[in-house]
T-cell receptor
Framework: QKEVEQNSGPLSVPEGAIASLNCTYSDRGSQSFFWYRQYSGKSPELIMSIYSNGDKEDGRFTAQLNKASQYVSLLIRDSQPSDSATYLCAVNKGGANSKLTFGKGITLSVRP | DAGVIQSPRHEVTEMGQEVTLRCKPISGHNSLFWYRQTMMRGLELLIYFNNNVPIDDSGMPEDRFSAKMPNASFSTLKIQPSEPRDSAVYFC??????????FGDGTRLSIL
């Protein structure tokens, strides 16, 4: 099993719809969870972080974490064409010498 | 605030040549990470440093790859000799421990 797995894409949604991006992870000891957005030819950019079970909202973005199910998701409400990008899920085990493990990403396309 | 600064932005060189990639982390960050990104393998962690000390280099593909961090504001990733399969985008990222990582713009490396 891969350490961080994202469902295969690409994902295409119409403008204004809700885009749902999912991620599972294998290490139950994981402490911190992040979503990065990467536009084509650009570097990954942090858009959301979540550390405890439940939902965390920031504007049109909502991150959801369920540690029991080892599942983290990102919802994008009122999707815009500018949201078209690759979204990377990243998981950190925590601790003094921790590191991020990234999923392979899912490409989202928002159709005007 | 200056972000993570990488140089060069693009590098094209012939197989067998030595390649040196450079990174200046965000001032104050004491963790530094080198990643490689390809379409096939996604974003892979090569090596990371805490307080200038290499912590985990298990992602370094071969002895041809080496990385140094002589001080808190500078790191290099060297490939010698380079091979066509090393062609990728190489990212440097920095952070405080257990905090989200911030990425540089990357170096797009092409080995002919």
């Amino acid at each position: 099993q891969k350490e961080v797995e994202q469902n295969s894409g690409p994902l295409s949604v119409p403008e204004g719809a809700i885009a749902s991006l999912n991620c599972t992870y294998s290490d139950r000891g994981s402490q911190s969870f992040f979503w990065y957005r990467q536009y084509s030819g650009k570097s990954p950019e942090l858009i959301m972080s979540i550390y405890s079970n439940g939902d965390k909202e920031d504007g049109r973005f909502t991150a959801q974490l369920n540690k029991a199910s080892q599942y983290v998701s990102l919802l994008i409400r009122d999707s815009q064409p500018s949201d078209s990008a690759t979204y990377l899920c990243a998981v950190n085990k925590g601790g003094a010498n921790s590191k991020l493990t990234f999923g392979k990403g899912i490409t989202l396309s928002v159709r005007p | 605030d200056a972000g993570v600064i990488q140089s060069p932005r693009h590098e094209v060189t012939e197989m067998g040549q030595e390649v040196t990639l450079r990174c200046k982390p965000i001032s104050g960050h004491n963790s530094l990470f080198w990643y490689r990104q390809t379409m096939m393998r996604g974003l892979e962690l090569l090596i990371y440093f805490n307080n200038n000390v290499p912590i985990d280099d298990s992602g370094m593909p071969e002895d041809r790859f080496s990385a140094k961090m002589p001080n808190a504001s500078f790191s290099t990733l060297k490939i010698q000799p380079s091979e066509p399969r090393d062609s990728a985008v190489y990212f440097c990222a920095s952070s405080f421990p257990d905090q989200p990582q911030h990425f540089g713009d990357g170096t797009r490396l092409s080995i002919l």
